[in-house]
């Protein structure tokens, strides 16, 4: 692990740890990929405005109210 020395104005050395977080990139692309298949699947039957918003937000928490569900017959 990289280690950063910075220097205030007061003389005072900070020493901040370089850690990486982004371990799991693949995630949003395997999420992004899940919402345009749900987006062409809600959006065949969608006619009108109101019912393209509908399928549009179907579309962006349908993963939510997946493992909502999971979660409920698991009863945790």
Sequence with gaps: MKKKVFVTPKGEKI????KNYNKNGDSGALYGLGVVGALF???????GLEMI???IGKAVFWPAVLIYKVFTMLNL
């Design 41 to 47: 699947y809600f959006l065949q039957d969608a006619k």
């Design 53 to 55: 918003l509908w399928a």
């Design 15 to 18: 020493i901040v740890k370089n």
